[in-house]
Structure formats: C-alpha cells, structure tokens
C-alpha cells in the first residue's frame, strides 16, 4: 500500500517507486494518474472464482470468461484462477478448453493466471451445491485428460482426502508440482493429517462444506487451524463464515497464510434473481446465493468487499487485509517474484481505493482497464 509516493510504469511493469513524483526527472509523454489521496495497492488476486457479470466459467465460452474478468476488475482484481464444477466429463474439459483458448487470446481485463480444478475428486457427503451425480474417486487418468484440455493450465486440484484412491493421487500430483487442497471433504482429523503428509498444502474455503470441529474430533477444520505450513481460503463476505470466526482464523493462522477468494458465481457484480450453477437452480437474494434447499452456492462476493470486511468486520489493518488479497495469493502459485507488491520489476498491476475502500481505477499490466 502505498501513500505519499509515485510509481513509474513502461512495458507492463513497474520500472522505479519515489517518495514525490518531483524526484523523477522532467518525463516526456507520459500520462500522469493522481490518486487524489486515495491508496495505492497492488492488484487483487482471486484463485477461487466461479463466475460474475452474469456469466459462468463452465459456460465454456470466451466472452463468458471476459464478462467475468471485466466484471471483477470492477473491484479491483487484476488476475484470477477461473475455477470449474463437478459437472460432467465433456462439461468440464470444453471449459478448460475454453480457459486455455482464453488465456492465449487475454480478456482485456484481469489476467488468467491458470485453472483451479474443483471436483469432481470429492465427498458427496460434503458435496455443497456440487451436483453427486458427477462426483469421482481420484483418477489420474482422469486428471491427466482434463489437464491436457487446459493446456498444463491447472494449478490446483481440490480433493478429499478420504475418498478411493485419494492418498496416491495426493502425492502424485503434489510431484507434478501441482497444489493440492483438502476442501468438500468429510474426512477426519486423521485422515486430514495423512493427506497432509501426501502432499496437501491448502485449504479450499475453510469451514465450508468440510467436517467442522468437535471437541472430540477436530476433523478436517481442526487441522487448517493447527498446521502452520497451509494455506487457508476464506471467503470473507460475513456469510460463509461469521466476522468472529473470520477473527479467529487471522488470531490462529495469523496473515501470512490468509488467502482472500470469493468463490463468486454469475451472480457477482450483477443483480438479485434466479441463476444456473453446475447444473442447479440458484436464488441470490439479500446478498446470498442458495440452491433450494438452502445450502449456499458460491457467494456475490468481490475482492473488493472482502477487503474491506476484514477491516470493518474483523479489525484487521488494512495492510494485512491487502496481503491476504494480493501478496498471499501471489505465492501461494509460486508468483511472488511478479506479482502481489507494488515493487520494482514486477507487474504494474495497481488498484487506486478511495478511502472508503472501493475501487476508483485498476490497472493491468500497466493498462487501465477500470475507471469510475
């Protein structure tokens, strides 16, 4: 976060950072950009995104992908990992299809930065607004013919650990270089703790559709909580997880292990109504998106909202709250050294905020993409 500075930015990148902009010298062609007192941040990145502006990554279309990157740089998300459903097998590859094809040709708008394999290797105890009928034991087979569809895009692969197969999938993927997170999984503390030692290294939106704790079995969010070398989703929206619980998790994981995700569906950015996720009929209303028999089906968050939540709901800097949507996330996918901090020699990716902590312009790769 940055006050009382200047930023110089050529070639989709910031090339020097000064206390004043008199201290660069007298620059020909150059458009200057006041923040009028606002904040300068680095770019939100979101590894957990389904959909918004109306439209939906399994839509497996390109201006489905570009109406979501336009719609979330809105909020000042700079770049993303788009994230599938458990639906079919055809489904699901003509999305990731869709998302290499996507990638290649850029949205105009925040970056794709890879894919996010949500299911099918899940619990259909846990399934959330996930549809059963699709769901999978572990199959690298299986993997290995959805990462061929996405272009060797595929970063990261939520799984429960308990299912069929699920421990030697673990490892193999963990040795492909690939994270692995435990996430729709009914498993035990137990079991939890073996598919950490496999390879698990992160946790897909904690306490939700996971075993939650018990006293006498700390199940699948006792080991978030207790293991320090996790990384650990939240989505901050004051719905999946209560303000209390979201000071909690920054009182025992502490920031540097907090990543901000929205989990939004098509909804986000647009209106209440009735919408389509994987397949089920889902309502938005007052801020919350639900399958008929109430079970929560992704949120209307934006990184802009989760932002100022941990601030306002969870007492947290605002410094903090940044790192959780930005420098976390960046290294969490290993892309800290480009990303995720405004500092010399990364990506001009930037978010002006106002001092109400919303987004007044955002820029990708040096280009403005967003402004109010």
């Not at 897909?204 to 070398?229: K, S």
Request: proline share 3%; net charge negative; aromatic share 4%.
């Amino acid at each position: 976060m940055l006050e009382d500075k200047a930023l110089l930015c050529e070639g989709g990148k910031i090339l020097d950072l000064k206390d004043k902009k008199e201290s660069f010298p007298l620059l020909q062609d150059v458009e200057i950009i006041d923040a009028k007192g606002g904040y300068v941040v680095p770019g939100y990145i979101d590894i957990h995104i389904h959909g918004g502006g109306g439209a939906d990554v399994m839509d497996g279309e390109y201006e489905a992908l570009k109406k979501i990157a336009v719609t979330h740089s809105r909020f000042g998300t700079t770049s993303f990992v788009p994230a599938t459903m458990t639906m079919s097998k055809e489904k699901i590859i003509k999305s990731l299809d869709n998302i290499r094809l996507t990638k290649q040709k850029g949205t105009g708008a925040a970056e794709i930065l890879g894919i996010n394999l949500e299911g099918p290797f899940i619990s259909s105890e846990k399934k959330g607004a996930q549809k059963e009928e699709n769901i999978k034991k572990a199959s690298q087979q299986e993997f290995l013919e959805y990462n061929s569809a996405a272009g060797n895009l595929i970063r990261l692969v939520t799984i429960a650990p308990e299912i069929p197969g699920a421990l030697e999938f673990i490892r193999w993927l963990h040795q492909q270089g690939i994270i692995v997170a435990v996430g729709h999984s009914n498993a035990t503390y137990q079991q939890t703790v073996e598919g950490i030692q496999a390879g698990i290294s992160h946790v897909t939106h904690v306490f939700n559709a996971m075993r939650g704790i018990h006293h006498r079995e700390p199940g699948v969010a006792g080991a978030a909580l207790t293991f320090p070398d996790l990384t650990v989703e939240m989505i901050a929206d004051g719905i999946h997880l209560h303000p209390v619980i979201l000071k909690l998790l920054t009182q025992v994981i502490g920031n540097e292990k907090l990543i901000l995700v929205t989990d939004a569906m098509r909804a986000a950015g647009f209106k209440a109504g009735t919408y389509d996720l994987g397949g089920q009929e889902v309502t938005v209303a007052q801020g919350e998106a639900r399958l008929a028999d109430g079970t929560l089906a992704g949120s209307v968050l934006t990184m802009e909202k989760a932002v100022k939540n941990m601030v306002t709901k969870a007492g947290v800097s605002l410094l903090n709250a940044l790192q959780m949507a930005s420098y976390n996330p960046a290294k969490c996918l290993g892309l800290h050294g480009k990303k995720g901090s405004l500092e010399q020699g990364k990506d001009a990716d930037i978010v002006i905020l106002n001092r109400d902590l919303e987004t007044d312009l955002t820029m990708v790769s040096g280009e403005v993409v967003f402004q109010k």
